[in-house]
């Protein structure tokens, strides 16, 4: 029963509560009998205590210290209050300079709203963190680094510092590389001529020990070609050149081209085939139906050939053995014919006695033909000399002469259109004196075939 | 062991080159197929080359930065980048030229390639530090052969200028390209090429090092104080940055080098004459001489000052002029360095190449550039009308050829040939003269260029014909000479003349005392010697008539 009372009660003071007769005041029904309380307990003081006016006076003080930063009736006279003495000329230039700031910024005189939202919007400073202030160890570590610096001052060093001033100190070889590179423009160069060689050791140990340097064989100090380095341009190669060693140039050109043309011409005419041995329609046909018509014709040239024939059979087939007469004369023959050639030997060399001005004679011209031809061969060995060597796969090309063309020639050095590539001239040089050998460009070769398949749509039309 | 590609480089570092063996199919073990052959001792010695070791681990080095890569391990790759492995050639060319002289004979070839890249663009096709390398060595070169004064040759092709220099008495030869001729043909391998060049800028280095100090200069090559300071302008970031901007002001070649002694003036002192062993006076006289002769076209442009017009090749120009004592200088805006302003008073050379010119001051010439290499080809100042802006040029002739006797000798050689001699065609003008007054006055100073050309060199013998001609119609046309009897003069014997009249006489008996077979020989022997005299007869016919020719045409042209 009293619980029940107790609920009503409470749910009467709830705020909207609504009664179901209009007239009656919520209020009424819950203060209609006011149950007495001991207010000297502490577990009534929450409960049946007002404290709304210290609330109010704590709130009105909290209010006033966040929107003015303190109380107001500490603060002083001025900070409140002022003077109004009317509009003084100062004004007018103080107006003037904010409008000018106001001009010069423009919109961005004003600060963001997102900023003036994140900003603090009470005058109380927040609250510092204490917990940023708190050390465990503080005063122990205090005191060490009291100690420390007490022991610094005498001289004392800890022995980390020791041990780290002790070691050496690094050799930083960053980027090394770069400038160590043969390519670095700033490498430094020494006299490599100057300094003799530091080979003071005993040969022995050198050998034994790896260092000691290999002899350069002396083969590789000939140049391989006799040729010059830079060979000079002919005198019509000038930029301003003289009438006749160009018209020389020109016909050094020139027949460079005719050789050229003649061996394309020669090439066509070992080609070139004869009209008239082209099959007509009419050889064709007879070689088709050849052994198939004119049977008659055939039959006769058929019994001429046998005849000659029979003939050639007949003269075989009547070589028969030798008989024992035939061998005996056979070897009387031989035996007279070695005889002869005995004897004639005999008489040829006594009778060289007298030929001997005629023997000198041809001995004095075969040394003459040998020696010619000696000279012809040496000449010819200095002239491969100079002659580019074939050290691989392909032959050397020799360039194309560089010459202009007598329309083409400059009249000032202003206008003067190089000829060739100086690029191409040196590697052509090189290749000329043997140094390295003629290469082509790398060709692109496939490692796997390519298979061509026709497209579906293809197939229908084709 | 090497890759293909690595052994080819390595044996080309190392100067190990293809051999063509005498039988190739012994060689080839029957075959005919064209392959390439290395000695065996070759590529057994090519073995103990320390570089091998360092190919080796470039190898490894690739394939762990290809690594890497694919990991997309960034601090792996720097760090492996910062390591990368580098090798020196310096012993290599210590094995290769144990001599200094060695490596000046084989420089030829060096210049030339160093020249070449540094004319490169500097795209990544090959390193850029290559390219600047070389061209700071072109440049020191340059440097030095303006210091020794040992420029003697100058030819200009249409591939390129052909230098030629005498140092320590190896005569090298080099070719620069031209600035401004690019198209870089493809089936250059250009590989090759870069092991070549890196071989080749090593050598060249050291043997700029090496005669640098010969010529007791501070290498690397510093400018000399008193020159830098007056090169020193307001203005001078406009050119380059102050890393490279020293670089530029030694690559204008304008001004000259520091030494390591400095002195105060170069003092050419007198150098005692010893008489080598096995001379006589005849031949120490002819050195002399000689030597004189060089002093004096080291010293050809001293003196003048030249100044270079916007559109002549500037560097090419400013090296040759330099290289003769010539002061030069430029316009401000093509590069830096240029010492005096086109308005200054003192220039007495000025170097253009247009077709006119507008502002021109009075007491200087204004030329072609052709006159300057023709100057240090002839070795001595030609005179300067020839070369004048708008007069077509003469030929540029090759100082490369070297006639022997009976040759053609082109006549524009001949005229300079008498003026080196000291010889003035002065006779040549007086014979024009009667000719031309049937012809026109006005065309009288054309012709006598045209003329000049075609004179031959014995004007005495000429002249004296002519006086003898004259004296003859004179007389047949009953005109009393002007002769008078004067006392004799004594006629000067020249003794040397005598001998040669006296060799050639007997020369002239011997020959006719020879039998008949000898002489028959001999006749043929000397119809083989006058060959050549007559090709050059012919020649010369050739060239008379096509300047005949020409005449002709100008003259109807004109009228």
């Known amino acids: 029963m009293a619980a029940a009372r107790r609920l009503k009660r409470v749910a009467a003071s709830q705020p909207g509560f609504l009664t179901l007769k209009p007239s009656l005041n919520p209020s009424d029904l819950v203060s209609g009998r006011r149950k007495r309380v001991n207010k000297n307990k502490k577990k009534n003081w929450n409960k049946h205590s007002d ?66 939202i994140l900003q603090h919007d009470s005058l109380i400073p927040p609250a510092k963190d204490v917990l940023a202030y708190q050390q465990p160890n503080a005063k122990k570590l205090r005191r060490i680094a009291q100690k420390a610096e007490q022991l610094a001052a005498k001289g004392v060093v800890p022995r980390r510092q020791r041990q ?111 009209k008239e ?39 075989i087939a009547l070589a028969e053995k030798k ?41 004095k011209q075969r040394e003459q033909k040998t020696k010619a031809n000696q000279i012809k061969r040496k000449a010819k060995q200095e002239a491969q000399k100079s002659q580019p060597r074939r050290l691989g796969k392909l032959k050397f090309q020799p360039q194309d002469l560089e010459v202009q063309l007598s329309n083409e020639l400059a009249g000032s050095l202003r206008q003067l259109k190089p000829e060739g590539s100086i690029l191409k001239d040196r590697f052509k040089s090189l290749q000329k004196r043997n140094l390295i050998e003629p290469r082509d460009r790398a060709k692109f070769k496939r490692r796997l075939k390519v298979k061509y398949v026709e497209k579906r749509a293809f197939k229908e039309i084709t | 062991m090497l890759s293909l590609p690595d052994f080819r480089r390595l044996c080309i570092l190392k100067g190990i080159y293809p051999h063509e063996p005498k039988h190739k199919k012994k060689v080839n073990k029957g075959s005919t197929a064209p392959r390439t052959f290395y000695l065996m001792k070759d590529i057994r010695f090519l073995l103990h080359e320390p570089i091998v070791g360092k190919f080796r681990e470039y190898k490894i080095f690739v394939r762990k930065l290809k690594k890497a890569y694919g990991k997309t391990e960034w601090s792996t790759v720097e760090r492996l980048r910062e390591n990368k492995p580098t090798y020196k050639l310096d012993h290599i060319i210590k094995e290769r030229y144990p001599s200094f002289i060695d490596a000046l004979r084989d420089i030829d070839d060096a210049l030339c390639m160093c020249f070449l890249f540094s004319t490169f663009a500097r795209t990544g096709k090959c390193h850029v530090q290559t390219i600047q390398l070389c061209r700071r060595l072109s440049v020191e070169w340059m440097n030095y052969v303006i210091a020794s004064r040992s420029l003697r040759k100058v030819f200009i092709s249409i591939k390129g200028i052909y230098y030629q220099a005498e140092v320590m008495g190896q005569l090298i030869t080099w070719l620069v390209p031209y600035q401004f001729s690019h198209d870089h043909p493809t089936d250059v391998d250009y590989r090759v090429m870069a092991t070549f060049t890196e071989f080749y800028t090593t050598l060249l280095g050291f043997v700029n090092f090496r005669l640098y100090h010969s010529l007791n200069l501070l290498y690397p090559p510093k400018l000399d104080a008193k020159t830098q300071s007056e090169l020193k302008e307001e203005d001078e970031e406009d050119y380059a940055m102050d890393s490279e901007s020293y670089i530029e002001k030694l690559s204008a070649l304008s001004a000259s080098l520091a030494r390591v002694v400095s002195s105060a003036d170069e003092e050419d002192a007198e150098l005692d004459q010893f008489p080598v062993e096995g001379e006589d006076m005849e031949k120490m006289e002819a050195r002399e001489k000689e030597q004189k002769q060089q002093e004096a076209q080291r010293k050809m442009f001293q003196g003048l000052k030249f100044f270079l017009n916007r559109e002549v090749p500037r560097e090419s120009l400013a090296f040759v002029i330099r290289c003769f004592g010539g002061e030069v200088s430029w316009d401000k805006s093509i590069c830096i360095g240029s010492t005096y302003d086109v308005t200054d008073e003192t220039i007495t050379h000025h170097i253009v190449d247009r077709p006119n010119i507008d502002k021109q001051y009075i007491n200087r010439y204004y030329i072609q550039p052709q006159w300057v290499y023709d100057c240090v080809n002839a070795k001595i100042l030609l005179p300067v009308e020839d070369y004048f802006i708008g007069v077509t040029l003469p030929p540029h002739l090759s100082p490369f050829v070297e006639e022997k006797e009976g040759d053609y000798v082109p006549p524009e050689k001949l005229k300079i040939m008498a003026l080196q001699r000291g010889e003035k065609p002065a006779n040549e003008q007086e014979e024009d003269n009667d000719e031309e007054e049937e012809e026109d006055e006005d065309d009288e100073e054309e012709e006598e260029e045209d003329d000049n050309a075609d004179e031959e060199e014995d004007d005495e013998e000429e002249a004296e014909e002519k006086n003898l001609k004259e004296m003859e119609d004179k007389r047949s046309q009953g005109k009393s000479l002007q002769v008078k009897v004067t006392p004799g003069k004594v006629k000067v014997e020249n003794p040397a003349r005598l001998e040669q009249e006296e060799k050639a006489e007997e020369k002239r008996l011997a020959i006719m005392m020879m039998k008949k077979k000898e002489k028959y020989l001999y006749d043929k022997i000397m119809f083989g010697k006058k060959r050549k005299v007559r090709e050059a007869n012919k020649l010369a016919a050739k060239r008379k008539a096509h300047d005949d020719a020409e005449k002709a045409k100008k003259k109807k042209a004109r009228k």
């Open chain 1, 164 to 274: 780290l001033l002790n070691r050496r100190p690094v050799d930083r070889t960053a980027k090394k590389s770069a400038t160590e590179a043969n390519n670095n423009p700033d490498r430094e160069y020494y006299d490599i001529w100057g300094q003799e060689s530091k080979e003071s050791a005993d040969p022995w140990y050198l050998q034994q020990t790896g260092k000691k340097h290999v002899k350069r064989p002396e083969k590789l100090n000939e140049k391989p070609s006799v040729l010059p380095a830079v060979e000079v341009i002919a005198p019509g190669g000038s930029y301003n050149p003289d009438f006749l060693s160009h018209q020389a140039l020109l016909q050094e050109a020139h027949d460079v081209e005719v050789k050229k043309q003649k061996q394309e011409d020669k090439l066509e005419r070992q080609l070139a085939f004869n």
């Open chain 1, 277 to 315: 041995d082209k099959a007509t329609e009419e050889t064709v046909l007879r070689e088709q139906v050849e052994g198939l018509v004119e049977e008659e014709n055939e039959e006769e040239e058929a019994a001429a050939n046998d005849d000659e024939e029979e003939v050639a059979v007949g003269a």
């Open chain 1, 51 to 116: 404290i709304n006016d210290v609330e109010e006076f704590l709130e009105d003080v909290r209010h006033q210290e966040r929107t003015t930063g303190g109380l107001l009736s500490e603060k002083s006279d001025d900070s409140l209050f002022f003077l109004d003495i009317g509009q003084p000329k100062k004004a007018e230039q103080k107006v003037e300079e904010p409008v000018e700031t106001k001009k010069r910024k423009g919109k961005a005189s004003r600060p963001l709203r997102i900023d003036l």
């Open chain 1, 323 to 363: 008989t024992e007469r035939q061998r005996k004369r056979e070897r009387a023959e031989k035996i007279k014919e070695q005889q002869r050639l005995a004897n004639r030997k005999q008489t040829d060399q006594q009778q060289q006695l007298f030929q001997l001005r005629s023997i000198k004679a041809s001995i």
